[in-house]
């Protein structure tokens, strides 16, 4: 059974930084596609950063600048830098890995951006 598991969550000053990775297992991960989304209280998931699986990286325009998107194929884990951080980023971050018809999703991270 394919399994996403993000780590590195928590709770960071506006103006700060915070660095999530997202491990896989039992996957060909490196054929994946690889996203991060968020869901923020009241609001609907959406894309935060994407890279594929040729290295291609797409990104929010409210994220541009500050978030970096990488991977490891070799560590089958792929990683969001998240630079300047502000209390909009609150959300909980999910990784998502898709290569249709298959599509998984971890269990998600709690950021919290607050003074």
């Known amino acids: 059974q394919v399994q996403l598991v993000e780590s590195g969550g928590g709770l960071v000053q506006p103006g700060g930084s915070l660095g999530l990775s997202c491990a896989g297992s039992k996957i060909t991960f490196s054929i994946y596609d690889m996203g991060w989304y968020r869901q923020a209280p009241g609001k609907q998931r959406e894309l935060v950063a994407l890279?594929?699986?040729?290295?291609?990286?797409n990104y929010a325009d409210s994220v541009k600048g500050r978030f970096t998107v990488s991977r490891n194929n070799a560590k089958k884990t792929v990683y969001l830098q998240m630079n300047s951080l502000k209390q909009e980023d609150t959300a909980v971050y999910y990784c998502?890995?898709?290569?249709?018809?298959?599509?998984?999703w971890g269990q998600g991270t709690q950021v919290t951006v607050s003074s």
């Open positions: 890279i594929t699986s040729s290295g291609t990286t």
């Open positions: 998502n890995a898709r290569l249709e018809p298959y599509n998984y």
